[in-house]
């Protein structure tokens, strides 16, 4: 991730929204628990790569607009996001020396422990469901997030390369 990055704010704006919408997408039904949480992992690799420019302003927002598209209690999504990028931005100096299998044991981490409070939260306002099969987005998007990662440094340095 570039240290100086000049990625313009609109490139951002819209991986955040396609993410909602993979977010958002629909899956047969078995297949919902196997979706890797697009969105937290978008959000949390802009708020590495471009700290200055996404923070929990934009996790509030998509999170209001996750709530409106799902049917949630307006502000459960808000939280969860909002909280994401608040620990991304904590421990984005730390996260950024750290090589790509070590970010994705963190983002197994940062993403597990917002599944759990989205968990909670759930408990709260629906039904109550003990099994931990919540946590597996998480370990999908772990998975994924070398991948990811690599893919948007490559994108973002064609991006500065044409400018």
């Not at 313009?8 to 704006?13: D, G, N, Y």
């Not at 307006?74 to 939280?79: C, D, R, S, T, V």
């Not at 020396?97 to 709260?124: C, D, F, K, N, P």
């Given at each position: ?11 951002i704006?819209?991986t955040?929204?396609?993410?909602l ?11 919902q628990?196997?979706?890797?949480d ?6 949390i ?23 409106l ?15 994401l990028?608040?620990l991304?931005?904590?421990?984005y100096p ?13 983002i197994l ?31 999908i ?5 070398p ?9 973002e340095?064609r ?5």
């Amino acid at each position: 991730m570039p240290s100086g990055s000049t990625t313009a704010l609109p490139w951002i704006w819209l991986t955040l929204l396609l993410a909602l919408c993979l977010q958002v997408m629909p899956l047969a039904e078995g297949w919902q628990i196997w979706r890797p949480d697009w969105l937290g992992l978008m959000l949390i690799y802009w708020c590495m790569a471009a700290p200055a420019r996404v923070g929990v302003f934009h996790g509030f927002v998509l999170g209001i607009l996750l709530d409106l598209i799902e049917g949630a209690p307006l502000g459960q999504n808000a939280l969860t996001l909002s909280l994401l990028a608040f620990l991304s931005a904590l421990i984005y100096p730390r996260f950024r020396t750290y090589s790509l299998v070590q970010q994705a044991l963190l983002i197994l981490v940062l993403l597990g422990l917002v599944q759990l409070v989205e968990q909670w939260l759930r408990t709260l306002f629906g039904p109550f469901s003990m099994h931990l099969a919540f946590l597996i987005p998480s370990l999908i998007g772990a998975a994924l997030w070398p991948w990811l990662a690599t893919m948007f440094q490559a994108f973002e340095r064609r991006l500065v390369r044409h400018d």
